[in-house]
DNA sequence: CATACATGAATTTTT
DNA sequence: TTCATGTATG
């Protein structure tokens, strides 16, 4: 990105000021896709489009925050606040907010995170065992991503099939009665709403002129859908004003519904596309350049597309054979040392350890602990998958809607009231006998019949807490009020007593109170309306807590990772796409860990091209330096087997005589050996 | 009811 | 090897 230059290059420009029809961008790794996007951006609000009426679409919370930056320093901060800028989940928030009520749902139905639907999966499949419950959870939610309902599976041959069919079925009845939708049905429900609806369909047509998808190789068939619904505008004029960017050689998502087929039904369903490629690399080297060539070579392909640079030849890609993961580790630490120590100006912050998979990670972690480098691992367990957070999480979904069942039982024993799994289980079967929600249940005259009257008691008196805090929530506006309302709240439930109370240690405990605290503090900023500082929330107006408390399933995993601190990045290969650093050390390339073979499934030419991908990504992610390393020994569950090198080493071309480590390369690094074992 | 031990399973991850 | 879940025991 830094290396950027200050114009756009002929493809760019093409890409830019194609800007009335169907626009297809094949945007190799590091070809400046972001700054195409950005650039068209600034290119429609020319002609004169508003702001609200172009919709950039993105997969992560992270890459839309990202992409409104960039966008601001282009057309200034007014505008890019204005700017329809969101996940495609976001987006679908947003459609069923609005018009949700039209098929059925009520504005404030609550979403529900994987935990939520694991647990009603496993009670509506009546099972115990949890391995079975995520295969169907799994397996449900890749139906959902293709389009396709529990009816339409259900004929299959296959009896498991069928079984998991009508967990299905039962889990759709479930969400229904909750009034809750899971993170499928965010694209899901909005596809259909523009299907049933004339009026909404025309409604959302007309509100964007022209949609922006990023890493559109990502789409799921249902998102496809979306895109085609609301590109079809019934004016023939205003149709197919979309501009697709993505690179079908980091497709990786293929095991969570992500199709290529998109790329080919993108052609098919508009005749009129135009496909620019973006070939130009504006990161990496040509001797790594000419590597991620090589071994992408070795796929199919739809576009024919070849990454070239200006950056002259750089450094060889070294190749590097290790007797086990920890001995990798020692000569990824040494390379590390041994880079800082001929470059002084060379940060933590411009390494990269790469892998597969993140039991990998351990090693490395180890290492460098002991040799005190910062490091960070990636997809580590985010703030909110705490178990404090969800509790807090679980109370203020409730507050948005009392019909959430499973934000009921949780908040309802966090902290504990007397009220226990013998009154809530009679409650629930109440609950299902006149089907309607715990909540609702729980004021019923008729429930004095199945529970004495303390418990029925203890009940009222929770439901009457909860009903006072949802009007204090929906009063308290603004971060100051917002900040007041949640310490009160915490006061009240004696949380911190709660977190002692525990089986945690007591700094545990302590911890779990910071988080609680931050988390706080967090909800507090976004009450404070224009006044947030990161830029993310929009120039608004303050909020209540209550209404941040709707969106924030969604704004969850905003984990905001302070990306600027000085530290080595450990990263799964799937977490690294989109990143990038000047060393990038590429770890355990054998059979069996990349390309990944699976006892449970067959290895199939399409997982095989997904690997190479894999592999292609993990290349491209390095600017000047790249290792490779393998091991001879690698574990496997219990035992060491012996390790092969990966066929994509092979592939790679690095045997032109060249390969080999440079001897002065070589003492330099043998010497940061040393240093790094008498230093441990 | 809570704690301790045993047994078994173990890619990739976002919303 | 580690983590999580299930069972058995006090």
């Given at each position: 990105m830094s290396t950027a230059p200050a114009t756009l290059n002929d493809a760019q420009m093409r890409a830019v000021n194609h800007l009335h029809g169907p626009c297809l961008v094949l945007a190799g790794a590091g070809s400046g896709k972001t700054r195409v996007i950005t650039h068209k951006i600034a290119r429609l609000l020319q002609t004169g489009l508003a702001p609200r009426q172009i919709a950039a679409i993105t997969f992560t919370n992270k890459a839309a925050q990202e992409m409104r930056e960039r966008a601001r320093t282009l057309v200034g901060a007014k505008a890019a606040n204005e700017?329809?800028?969101?996940?495609f989940h976001a987006l679908g928030v947003r459609m069923l907010r609005e018009d949700g009520e039209r098929i059925g749902l009520k504005p404030r139905f609550s979403i529900l995170d994987s935990d939520d639907v694991l647990g009603i999966v496993r009670e509506v499949g009546a099972t115990t065992d949890a391995a079975q419950a995520r295969r169907w959870q799994w397996a449900i939610s890749l139906w959902k991503n293709q389009g396709l309902a529990a009816a339409d599976v259900a004929q299959q041959d296959n009896a498991l099939t069928r079984q998991a069919a009508q967990v299905m079925a039962r889990y759709e009845q479930k969400l229904a009665a909750y009034q809750a939708v899971d993170f499928d049905d965010l694209i899901g429900l909005p596809l259909k709403l523009l299907r049933d609806d004339a009026d909404a369909r025309l409604k959302w047509q007309q509100r964007f002129a022209h949609l922006l998808v990023d890493e559109y190789q990502d789409t799921n068939a249902v998102q496809y859908e979306l895109l085609k619904a609301l590109a079809s505008h019934p004016d023939a004029e205003r149709r197919g004003r979309f501009t697709a960017v993505g690179d079908d050689d980091q497709s990786i998502y293929g095991w969570r519904g992500a199709t290529i087929d998109n790329l080919k039904r993108l052609g098919q369903d508009w005749p009129a596309l135009t496909v620019i490629a973006l070939e130009q690399n504006y990161r990496s080297t040509g001797h790594i350049l000419r590597a991620a060539n090589a071994v992408i070579g070795g796929n199919p392909k739809l576009y024919d597309k070849k990454l070239w640079s200006d950056f002259g030849d750089g450094e060889q890609v070294r190749r590097v054979e290790c007797d086990s993961d920890s001995h990798e580790a020692e000569r990824a630490l040494a390379f590390i040392q041994a880079t800082r120590a001929a470059q002084p100006a060379t940060g933590w912050r411009d390494f990269a350890v790469l892998y597969r998979a993140n039991h990998q990670a351990r090693a490395f972690e180890e290492k460098l602990r002991t040799a005190q480098v910062p490091y960070r691992v990636s997809g580590g367990q985010s703030w909110f998958d705490r178990a404090e957070i969800k509790d807090l999480c679980a109370w203020l979904r409730l507050l948005v809607n009392p019909d959430d069942d499973p934000a009921f039982l949780r908040a309802v024993r966090t902290p504990k009231r007397g009220i226990g799994d013998t009154t809530l289980d009679k409650l629930g079967r109440f609950a299902g006998q006149w089907k309607c929600s715990l909540f609702e249940a729980l004021f019923a005259p008729a429930l004095a019949t199945q529970l004495g009257a303390k418990a029925v008691a203890g009940l009222h008196e929770y439901g009457r807490y909860v009903n006072g805090l949802e009007e204090r929530a929906r009063q308290a506006r603004g971060a100051d009020a917002a900040r007041a309302l949640l310490l009160a709240w915490l006061t009240e439930l004696d949380y911190e007593k709660h977190l002692h109370d525990g089986d945690d240690s007591p700094k545990l405990a302590a911890a779990r109170w910071t988080n609680v605290l931050d988390f706080v503090d967090w909800i507090a900023r976004r009450c404070g309306g224009a006044a947030a500082r990161d830029g993310s929330a929009e120039a608004a107006p303050e909020q209540s807590v209550l209404e941040v408390a709707q969106t924030i399933a969604v704004i969850i995993s905003l984990a905001e990772r302070d990306a600027d601190s000085d530290v080595v990045t450990l990263s799964t290969l799937h977490a690294a796409k989109g990143l990038e650093w000047p060393h990038v050390w590429l770890a355990g390339v054998n059979e069996g860990l990349l390309p990944f073979k699976s006892d449970a499934e067959e290895m199939t030419d399409e997982r095989l091209h997904e690997e190479r991908r894999l592999m292609y990504v993990g290349i491209t992610r390095a600017q000047r330096t790249l290792v490779v390393s393998t091991l001879r020994r690698r574990k496997r569950g219990r035992d060491t087997v012996p390790g092969v090198p990966s066929r994509f080493i092979a592939e790679m071309?690095?045997?032109?005589?060249?390969?080999k480590e440079n001897p002065r390369e070589r003492l330099k690094r043998l010497r940061a050996e040393l240093a790094a074992k008498a230093a441990a």
């Open positions: 700017l329809v800028v969101s996940t071309k690095l045997d032109d005589g060249t390969a």
